[in-house]
């Protein structure tokens, strides 16, 4: 009797027993109410079913005693999707259970309670009473069918709660392409859409947008299958999904659903800490419930077909196109420089007014060949007569420079390498004399830098290039497996909050979400390998011209080391690699990937500048790159624990201005100077004698110039990393670098002019379009498709479209200047002293 009481029901319009098809239906529901004599509930429940329509309201009250079930019925259609919405009021307030609605369909059951909770951080709970659902649509083979989904409203509440139930059809569920839908959406009441692939689209992308910033939402792209993740609680546990603001974007390709369509879900968040914005709640007691107050979202969703694979081949055609092009215009430089130097050559072999003996006189202090002219230069080896009569009689103002013959030079060639080390020179008491002597001059020139051996100064500067080549292989190698990494968990997990794309404009290739974004990396890497062509040409020619004695080459111009040249041809190369492999997945996490080369050239272009007129005192491969390591491990610490730790910023602006004024000691004193326990004592005594015995101004003026103007700098920004204490650590460190390279590269070229040398036309136009490309190139940098430094929604309110060739966006374009740009600085530094090859070393001024 128990039972059947149970099953007994009788409509409100008086009809009597439920339909026998119901039955099992039914014990479901008896099994969670209770019955009498289960224990569960000490009276029995009355069990109502009423055909119920589609958008009409319902008002009612249910309480423990009574249970009611609403039976809809609909025609599905194979060829038109039309959805179907379950919205749910209750107004009655202290209750004390909350209402369970379970809706029951074919294939599907949807169930929540009302009022809803929805938990945020530090398990806040907050309260809806207003909840709409959108019902899940099983598929339909059939052409129409029709189908019957029940909702059962039951509670455990003794007391009557009122309730009001609509359930209506959503007619435009099917999302259309190229067409604005716009909706609105609560945390109670997510929405979602269907999209279907239309033939011929194989991507697209779905862009989300809404003129409010908060409340926080995310979008979701779920397959078609039932359940379908609607709330913030679980919204997360399948599909593609991305936290936003104002705007989102996420590129869906056809192969990754094969119903060939898929749901779009936006669901508002309960809190708005995911989207940077504030938490207003503090739980004071664990069950507390918290009012969230109106959190409505208008949001428009477009549908848009994505570019096709003939975009992607001419992107890619493009992007080849330009820097090749560059290896055209080097072999056409390279011809008219050769030209160039054929024609002088004719006019050396058959000069108007020139005796035969003086003729061959002069051809053999000419080139074999006149390919061995250099590939960006003027490099004629055949010396002037008045040339070698300065160099002949300007020994006596050489300081210590001992002419040497050609004899003794070619014999000093012919000796074994192996039995040459750098020390060697450096063990003599009267040497290291000398070396005072010479390096504390008033005025210096390049042949008092020079003295040492040649080979023994390639050896060393050779090591550069060997370093780097090994740093890069073990630095490459794991930045290549972690990126992997990320994109793999990427695609599995369907977060989109792990990188920072611009997601409007993100052409996904295979297992690469952003393809565009690491195609336009490969002018580095073409470009360094360009750059290394041409120092490996420049090489050769050099050395075949001191197997033949030839005197420009050994005597004359700047000495010719290639080995920090051929270290940052290799160093850009790397850039563009590791810029690659950080575009792959790029976050704050690994920006460390797409900077540490950066400061690599950096270093290696002060150096190189430093190198090209003191040779004999510039720094060895392991202080330099020890000193680089440095700053990469700073660079990481920033990254990690510099967000406003006034720790940090204190104690890296000490040791900043530290190494200011150490490096400023070293360059100022040519390296003739010790830090050791006398080294206060020795200032207080320079102090004493030069600024309070007698007033006299510094030895050299022009370097404590440059060395001044430095220390301000350097000091003015660490006192603003100090004040400001900016979030984006890394480049900070950039601009300390670049900064000091600038001011260190306008200082050489103004001395340069102020010696009375000249700038050659293929230099000076190399200087110009480096300027104007490197202009071009910070405009595109500082447009800020995204940013780390903030979440990943308000990282895509930057996010734009792309600009050229519906392919490439700001930042790739950035790619390719900067790489044209740093490659134009790369000649600059090779063809800024070609000026001076056939100009004796003891005449050109050391600054």
Not at 104 to 131: E, N, W
Not at 184 to 201: D, H, I, L, N, R
Not at 606 to 613: A, D, F, G, I, V
Not at 769 to 797: C, D, H, N, Y
């Amino acid at each position: 009797m128990g039972l059947r009481s149970c099953w007994k029901s009788r409509h409100k319009n008086g009809s009597g027993w439920v339909r026998p098809g119901h039955a099992v239906l039914l014990w479901l529901c008896v099994s969670q109410l209770g019955c009498p004599g289960s224990g569960a509930v000490g009276e029995s429940t009355a069990v109502v079913q009423r055909d119920a329509e589609f958008d009409v309201t319902y008002d009612d009250t249910v309480t423990s005693g009574n249970q009611t079930i609403y039976a809809f019925n609909h025609t599905v259609s194979r060829n038109k999707s039309e959805g179907v919405r379950v919205t749910v009021d209750v107004q009655s307030e202290g209750m004390e259970s909350p209402i369970l609605f379970v809706v029951r369909q074919k294939q599907a059951v949807l169930s929540f309670q009302v009022p809803l909770i929805l938990r945020g951080l530090y398990q806040r709970k907050y309260p809806y009473a207003h909840v709409g659902r959108t019902l899940c649509q099983p598929p339909t083979r059939a052409a129409s069918e029709t189908q019957f989904f029940f909702i059962d409203v039951s509670t455990l509440s003794s007391l009557g709660t009122h309730y009001q139930l609509r359930v209506s059809r959503v007619y435009s569920f099917t999302l259309q392409t190229d067409k604005k839908f716009s909706f609105t959406a609560s945390p109670s009441q997510p929405q979602y859409f269907k999209y279907v692939f239309p033939e011929g689209v194989d991507t697209v992308i779905v862009k989300v947008s809404s003129e409010n910033t908060f409340p926080c939402s995310v979008m979701s792209i779920q397959d078609i299958l039932c359940p379908v993740y609607d709330l913030d609680n679980n919204v997360a546990f399948i599909g593609m999904y991305q936290t936003m603001t104002k705007k989102g974007a996420i590129t869906v390709q056809r192969k990754d659903f094969p119903s060939n369509s898929f749901y779009v879900v936006v669901v508002v968040k309960t809190e708005d800490e995911a989207c940077g914005g504030p938490l207003r709640f503090y739980p004071l007691r664990p069950d507390e419930l918290f009012d969230a107050g109106n959190r409505s979202k208008v949001v428009d969703v477009v549908v848009s077909p994505a570019i096709n694979s003939e975009v992607y081949v001419f992107g890619m055609l493009f992007c080849l196109g330009i820097f090749l092009s560059f290896y055209l215009l080097t072999i056409l430089v390279a011809c008219v420089e050769n030209r160039r130097g054929s024609k002088k050559r004719e006019v050396l072999l058959n000069p108007p007014d020139m005796s035969p003996a003086e003729t061959a006189s002069l051809l053999g202090k000419m080139p074999a060949s006149p390919y061995e002219y250099g590939s960006f230069a003027d490099n004629g080896s055949t010396l002037s007569s008045e040339a070698v009569t300065d160099s002949a009689a300007s020994t006596d103002n050489n300081y210590g420079y001992m002419e040497r013959s050609l004899d003794s030079v070619g014999r000093s060639r012919q000796e074994s390498l192996s039995s040459v080390e750098e020390d060697d020179y450096d063990t003599l008491a009267d040497i290291d004399s000398d070396k005072n002597i010479v390096r504390t001059k008033k005025f210096l020139f390049v042949s008092d830098l020079a003295r040492k051996d040649k080979r023994v100064l390639n050896k060393k500067y050779q090591i550069y290039f060997w370093n780097i080549a090994t740093i890069a292989v073990f630095y490459a190698l794991p930045v290549i497996q972690l990126v992997i990494t990320y994109q793999t968990v990427v695609n599995v997990t369907g977060n989109q909050d792990i990188c920072y794309y611009n997601f409007l404009c993100a052409h996904p290739l295979g297992a690469l979400s952003a393809f565009n974004n690491i195609v336009s990396n490969l002018g580095y890497v073409l470009l360094g390998l360009l750059f290394l062509l041409i120092i490996l040409k420049r090489d050769i020619v050099h050395n075949r011209a001191l197997v033949r004695n030839d005197l420009n080459a050994l005597e004359c111009g700047i000495p010719k080391h290639f080995g920090l040249f051929y270290a940052m041809g290799t160093a850009l190369m790397m850039e563009g690699l590791l810029s690659a492999c950080y575009h792959v997945c790029p976050n704050y996490t690994n920006f460390q990937f797409d900077t540490s080369f950066m400061y690599m050239i950096a270093g290696l272009c002060m150096l190189k500048l430093y190198q090209t007129r003191h040779p004999d005192i510039n720094a060895s491969a392991y202080t330099a790159y020890a000193c680089l390591a440095g700053v990469i491990f700073f660079s990481v610490l920033g990254v990690v624990f510099g967000r406003g730790n006034m720790v940090f910023w204190i104690t890296f602006s000490v040791i900043h201005i530290l190494a200011t004024l150490l490096l400023s000691t070293q360059l100022y004193y040519m390296g003739r100077w010790r830090l050791d326990s006398g080294i206060l004592r020795r200032m207080v005594y320079v102090v004493y004698t030069d600024c309070i015995r007698q007033c006299s101004g510094p030895m050299y003026i022009d370097r404590m110039v440059l060395l001044v103007m430095g220390n301000i700098v350097n000091w003015s920004l660490a006192a603003y990393g100090l004040i400001e204490r900016p979030s984006d650590f890394a480049s900070y460190l950039l601009a300390i670098a670049i900064c000091n390279l600038l001011l260190y590269f306008a200082f050489y070229i103004i001395m340069k002019l102020r010696s009375g040398e000249r700038i050659q036309c293929l230099a000076v136009v190399c200087i110009l379009f480096t300027a104007v490309v490197w202009g071009f190139a910070l405009f595109f940098f500082f447009q800020g498709l995204s940013t780390w430094q903030k979440t990943p929604a308000e990282s895509r309110e930057h996010n734009r479209d792309c600009i050229l060739l519906s392919f490439f966006d700001d930042h790739d374009i950035w790619h390719f200047l900067s790489s044209i740009g740093m490659f134009g600085s790369f000649l600059v530094l090779l063809t800024m002293d070609d000026d001076l090859d056939t100009v004796p070393r003891h005449k050109i001024y050391v600054f």
